[in-house]
């Protein structure tokens, strides 16, 4: 099956730059969908088809997919994005199914 | 005021079942594919089940598959999941979620609170 790999943590102070990698074979091939939660609360889409931002969703949000990394970047970071964030494909090799990565929790220091 | 509600949660015995439930409202529920998601305690994101708009086309994780079953009635704006011989490790918080497109793989725009599972004797 599918293995989307993502590091358990990130640390960034306040006004610097998160980059969440989320590693997969070939995962430019595809397309990928990044999502934030918040303890307690349900995801959130944030960025759609690589690097697409919903309505709402700050411009700070930007996300970028190549070869066998995508990478979400959070700039001019803020403390409400503390936060758990997962990549998400569409696997259709075989029997289609989603897959999310395995999430990375945001601190910001 | 788009959302998804679900319901259906609650305290089961493993080997027993039950069925989730998920109420649409605010959007034109029959143009899209609908997925379950669940998360257990402490634990990432786990798809578990996805139907397109039409229920042409269902799909399902391994771990849930000859056990659980996805089935929607667009005239109600619901979808349900019938979860059958419930495991300790079916214990979780369940989402459903709507796509962006009408048949999976385009991302989760809305999702509802979650409705907690738990399996234990």
């Known amino acids: 099956s599918y293995v989307l790999t993502q590091p358990p943590s990130l640390s960034v102070a306040p006004g610097g730059t998160a980059k969440i990698t989320c590693g997969g074979d070939?995962?430019?091939?595809?397309?990928v969908h990044w999502y934030q939660q918040k303890p307690g609360q349900a995801p959130v889409l944030v960025i759609y088809?690589?690097?697409d931002r919903p309505s709402g969703i700050p411009a700070r949000f930007s996300g970028s997919n190549s070869g066998n990394t995508a990478t979400l970047t959070i700039s001019s970071v803020a403390a409400g994005d503390e936060a758990d964030y997962y990549c998400?494909?569409?696997?259709?090799?075989?029997?289609?199914?989603?897959?999310f990565g395995t999430g990375t929790k945001v601190t910001v220091l | 005021e788009v959302q998804l509600v679900e319901s259906g949660g609650g305290l089961v015995q493993p080997g027993r079942s039950l069925r989730l439930s998920c109420v649409a409202s605010?959007?034109?529920?029959?143009?899209?594919?609908i997925h379950w998601v669940r998360q257990a305690p402490g634990k990432g994101l786990e798809w578990v089940s996805s139907?397109?708009?039409?229920?042409?086309?269902?799909n399902y994780a391994d771990s849930v598959k000859g056990r659980f079953t996805i089935s929607r009635d667009n005239a109600k704006n619901s979808l349900y999941l019938q979860m059958s011989s419930l495991r300790p490790e079916d214990a979780a918080v369940y989402y459903c979620?709507?796509?962006?497109?009408?048949?999976?793989?385009?991302?989760?725009?809305?999702w509802g609170q979650g409705t907690k599972v738990s399996v234990s004797s």
């Open positions: 998400q494909v569409w696997d259709t090799s075989g029997d289609h199914r989603g897959v």
């Open positions: 070939n995962i430019g091939d595809t397309v």
């Open positions: 979620a709507k796509d962006r497109g009408s048949n999976p793989g385009h991302g989760c725009d809305i």
């Open positions: 088809y690589d690097s």
């Open positions: 139907i397109n708009w039409n229920s042409a086309t269902i």
């Open positions: 605010g959007f034109t529920f029959d143009d899209y594919a």
